[in-house]
Nanobody
Framework: QVQLVESGGGVVQAGGSMRLSCVAD????????MGWFRQAPGKEREFVAS????????SYASSVRGRCTISRDSAKPTIYLRLTSLGPEDSAVYYC?????????????????WGQGTRVTVSS
């Protein structure tokens, strides 16, 4: 059974940073690329970042590139999303997802499994 459990959300001050975690089941983590998406109120869910199964390749949305890092820890097995210089536009529910292949993916249709989401609110 696929398990993806996010944590780390909450209220963060503008200009600050956050780190989200997603604990996956061992099989999913060791087989597929993983990604983070987010959905702000009234908006569609959008891609944030993806990391390949090997961890050697990453991809970022233009809106977060340069202030975002996705990583994975095989010993846990957990993926992380660190986002700095937070602004109100980063407020959203953040979802962890497992892709259907090993390589980074940016389209939601390339992800088969999703976590329940963790809410991040950036306060000004």
């Amino acid at each position: 059974q696929v398990q993806l459990v996010e944590s780390g959300g909450g209220v963060v001050q503008a200009g600050g940073s956050m780190r989200l975690s997603c604990v996956a089941d061992e099989r999913t983590f060791s087989t597929y690329a993983m990604g983070w998406f987010r959905q702000a109120p009234g908006k569609e869910r959008e891609f944030v970042a993806s990391i390949s199964r090997s961890g050697l390749t990453t991809s970022y949305a233009s809106s977060v590139r340069g202030r975002c890092t996705i990583s994975r820890d095989s010993a846990k097995p957990t993926i992380y999303l660190r986002l700095t210089s937070l602004g109100p536009e980063d407020s959203a529910v953040y979802y962890c997802a497992a892709a259907t292949v090993e390589d980074v993916q940016v389209e939601q249709s390339d992800y088969a499994h999703w976590g329940q989401g963790t809410r991040v609110t950036v306060s000004s």
